[in-house]
Structures are given as C-alpha cells and as structure tokens.
C-alpha cells in the first residue's frame, strides 16, 4: 500500500470522455505506489503477492493467458522479484496439483479517526483470528470495525494504470489512452495515471506493454468517490491506522477516503 502526496503536486488534470474529476483515485494510487515501494523494500509483500497468486489460480485456473487475475499477480511477484519457482508453486498450490493452505476471501469494512472510511480485503486460513486481530488494530488507532455496506458505499472499482514520466512522452500516453477507454488521464510531477472502468483495464494495459510502456503500477481496486480531509491529528492517526492495517500478512489491500494536504503530510511523516 503506498503514500500520497496529492494536494501538493503540480497536476493537469487531461479529461477524457467528459468524465468529472477523480481526486480521490489519484490520492489513493500515490499513497499505494510509495507505500508498495516501501514495502517491497523491506521484503514484506512476498506472502501477500503468493496468497493472491493462490486464491488467483483456484478462482481462474493456472494459465495466466485466460486469467487475468493471474496475469496481474504475476506481474506483481516479477516486480517485487520473487523466483520463478515461488511463482509456479504458488499457481500449482492453487490448482490443486500441490497441497497448499485453503484459503478463504473476506472484506472487511471501517471507520476511522474523523470519519475517514476503510475497507480491508484479507485472505485467511482462519477468519476467527484475522477478524480479532485487525478488530484490534482498528481500536488501538481510534476506529472501529462496522458492519457489511459501513463504508463500501464509498468506493467504486477502477483500473488505474501509473506511467512515470521517463516512459513515455505525453502524447503517446494520451494517444493510448483515448484509443482504449480510459476515462480520465492526470498529468503529475512525476508521472502519468491513466483510470479506466475494470472492463477497459486488461486491453488498455496490454496497449501499453505492447508499445513498450513499462506501468509503474497497474491495478484494478477499490478508489473513494470522494475524500473527507484530515488535519495534523487526525492525519497521524489515520496513517498509523493504515501502516497497522497493511502489517498484517493476512490483510491483501486497504482502502481509504481520506485526503492529506502535502503539508501536514511533510510534518508527520517522520514520525510514522
């Protein structure tokens, strides 16, 4: 999970299909790429990135060509550079060819400090265990654990596809872009976020691989439709809340509405 630096960028917005603006989805992508890299870093993101090439190939079958799914956790392992041999027994696991943990898929919806909203998709070996524990994280940071639709209502599925600026000049970007359906282009300081409906994703990923284009990041998730801002407190809480959250192995993604103002973010980010 990564991030977000939204406010305080240098950002033209290119919009395409007479979308509205999408704030929000470019606040969360920010926070997920710095936070991924963090993460990736540190060697954390192994057993996730497995566990979703697992419930991938048992939801889709093992051949990446016919499963997206697949294909996108794949790519995810590769750029995190886990061994083949990971990535082929995590597939085999899935499809049954090698005993593996059953695991099961699980969302989990709250609220934390001010109102900011939470959902959290986990895959677990033991839901009784996942659900104490991330109920305890969310009481140790001000929040709460809420019931199914609390904060999903929030949320709409995108694709968004992240090309940093050294990639790719801003036409071709646009080009690409307004030939396959994506919906809003952004320009930033140091790269261009393409967001697209789930539909559009695949093909449109696949454009960019085949001209050449290496994404920084490509994902289909949960983006808030709107944010609620934080000030200082509420920030540090919140983003304590969030790095608790994505500690947790069992915990795949987090989302969240909430916006930083680049400011506040400078201050406390030493002290997360």
């Not at 872009?177 to 994506?182: D, P, S, T, W, Y």
């Not at 509420?234 to 400011?263: C, G, M, R, Y």
């Amino acid at each position: 999970m990564l991030i977000h630096r939204g406010s305080g960028l240098e950002r033209r917005r290119i919009p395409l299909n007479n979308t509205e603006a999408m704030s929000g989805h470019s606040k969360w992508s920010t926070i997920k790429r710095r936070k991924g890299a963090e993460d990736a870093k540190r060697g954390k993101v192994f057993t996730k990135v497995v566990k979703e090439i697992t419930i991938a190939a048992r939801s889709g079958g093992g051949d990446p060509d016919g499963n997206p799914r697949l294909r996108r956790a794949i790519d995810a392992a590769r750029s995190v550079n886990m061994p083949a041999d990971n990535i082929t027994r995590a597939i085999k696991k899935g499809t049954g060819e090698l005993e593996g943990v059953q695991y099961e898929e699980l969302v989990y919806e709250g609220i934390g400090a001010d109102g900011a909203l939470f959902v959290c998709e986990v895959v677990t070996d033991n839901r009784n265990r996942t659900i104490a524990e991330v109920r305890k994280v969310f009481d140790k940071n001000h929040g709460q654990i809420g019931n199914t639709g609390t904060a999903t209502w929030a949320f709409e599925q995108k694709g968004v596809i992240v090309i940093e600026n050294e990639e790719a000049e801003e036409e071709t970007v646009l080009e690409i872009a307004l030939e396959n359906g994506a919906d809003d282009v952004k320009s930033e300081e140091e790269a261009f976020e393409v967001v697209c409906s789930p539909h559009a994703f695949e093909g449109l990923r696949e454009r960019f691989t085949e001209r050449g284009i290496k994404p920084q990041l490509s994902e289909v998730g949960l983006y808030p439709k709107n944010t609620v801002k934080l000030d200082r407190e509420h920030a540090a809480t919140v983003l304590k809340l969030v790095n608790a959250l994505e500690d947790n192995d069992d915990v795949q993604q987090v989302s969240a509405n909430f916006d930083i103002p680049d400011e506040i973010l400078q201050e406390i980010e030493s002290e997360l």
